[in-house]
């Protein structure tokens, strides 16, 4: 006898990140901070080891009229000035197709409204093989197939493995969703040229001539980008679509805000006819209603404030992070180098992942314990979290893990 759905899963779920987190500040407490190298936390911290909350963010928020944090807010959808600013903010200028906003509990209610509600029971979800974990879960939980990509094709990415996995799911289906997290790719650090965005969305166009197409963007890190504004000019292409294809943009105040925890993002939805962004939007909003039914409005009113009265100052604080990630990335990724640790091709982001096949990441990834050194094991690879330690936990870190991994080769 069962007390939920026979067609859900119910294997108990595994966190890893959480876990090794756990055993990471066990070592602290026990070894000191100078002994132990936490490189799982995939939030950004200073240079004091402390996590980086925005001054500019947190001043707003804490301004704020005590009504304006508890009330509800004004439409289950977001406020509407909220969604303005998040479609001026995230498309910069870079799109000018049909379009709505839907406030979401972060970047991740975004991701799950597409992936719940863009296939149905037993269909197939694209994914790259390797990818934040919670995409596979979110399959899993909605009775969703899986069929994968390989990212890379030596130091760029592989297209050809994308079609393929795009052809395999249009074999047995009527309908496209795939996700391509970008720019500055958890866990790898890539992001796509200007020219791979500019295929990718050819082949969807030649796949929308059979089926319906939904490219699901997570863009978690984009401002967190080495190349900031830059980093956004990749979504003028999206004006090239079919009329068969929509784009659903997922994004984060999470990461861009150093707002974690206040669990607000925003899912934009893009077409070339208004006809396709309302049949998302109905769907959506009415998830939005029946699951959350409303988002914290004191974030909403803290973006909307920072985006209109302390814009400068907030780009001039958050682009001193993103000149500290890329300091530490440097290292690294030069070190790595250096002493020939490979990992797969990184251009930016919170993280760099050491490429290997999974049985030796599995006895490396223990090793690295022992000594210590806490990462977090993904799909044929260990993630080394750069947003989190010191620049001098970096430097050398490179070294030191090559020589544990030539131990157990």
């Not at 720019?183 to 890539?190: K, L």
């Not at 260990?382 to 991994?405: E, F, N, P, T």
């Amino acid at each position: 006898m069962s007390f939920v759905k026979d067609s859900v899963n119910k294997q108990p779920i595994v966190d890893n990140v959480f876990t090794i987190v756990s055993k990471a500040k066990q070592a602290i407490a026990e070894y000191g901070n100078d002994a132990v190298v936490n490189a799982t936390i995939g939030s950004l911290y200073g240079e004091d080891g402390k996590l980086v909350a925005l001054d500019t963010v947190y001043d707003s928020l804490k301004n704020l009229d005590n009504r304006s944090m508890a009330a509800y807010a004004a439409s289950f959808t977001g406020n509407p000035d909220f969604k303005e600013q998040v479609y001026d903010w995230v498309l910069n200028g870079n799109s000018h197709l049909n379009h709505e906003v839907i406030a979401t509990p972060g970047g991740t209610g975004a991701v799950d409204m597409t992936v719940s509600y863009c296939l149905d029971p037993g269909q197939t979800l694209v994914l790259p093989s390797l990818a934040w974990g919670s995409y596979n879960l979110m399959a899993q939980m909605n009775n969703l197939k899986t069929v994968k990509y390989d990212l890379f094709e030596e130091d760029h990415f592989n297209l050809d493995s994308f079609k393929k996995a795009c052809l395999s799911a249009m074999e047995v289906q009527d309908r496209l969703v795939v996700i391509i997290n970008d720019p500055c790719h958890n866990p790898s650090g890539y992001s796509l040229s200007k020219e791979e965005w500019n295929e990718v969305i050819a082949f969807l166009n030649e796949c929308s001539k059979t089926h319906s197409v939904v490219l699901l963007n997570d863009i978690a890190y984009i401002d967190f980008s080495y190349q900031q504004e830059k980093a956004k000019e990749y979504m003028n292409c999206f004006d090239s679509i079919s009329d068969n294809v929509v784009v659903v943009i997922a994004f984060s105040l999470s990461k861009s805000m150093t707002s974690y925890g206040l669990r607000c993002g925003a899912a934009i939805i893009l077409a070339q006819k208004e006809q396709a962004v309302q049949e998302v939007k109905i769907v959506f909003e009415k998830n939005a209603r029946a699951t959350w039914s409303n988002i914290n409005n004191g974030a909403m009113n803290m973006f909307v404030d920072v985006m209109k009265n302390h814009k400068e100052e907030y780009n001039e604080e958050r682009n001193q992070y993103v000149s500290l990630l890329k300091e530490r990335s440097d290292i690294f990724v030069q070190e790595a180098k250096e002493v020939g640790l490979k990992h797969y091709p990184y251009k930016e982001g919170f993280f760099v992942t050491l490429s290997m096949d999974n049985e030796t990441r599995d006895k490396y990834h223990q090793a690295l314990m022992d000594q210590h050194i806490y990462t977090v094991k993904v799909n044929n690879g260990i993630r080394v979290a750069v947003c989190s330690l010191s620049v001098d936990k970096v430097k050398g870190l490179a070294k030191r893990m090559k020589d544990i991994y030539d131990q157990v080769q």
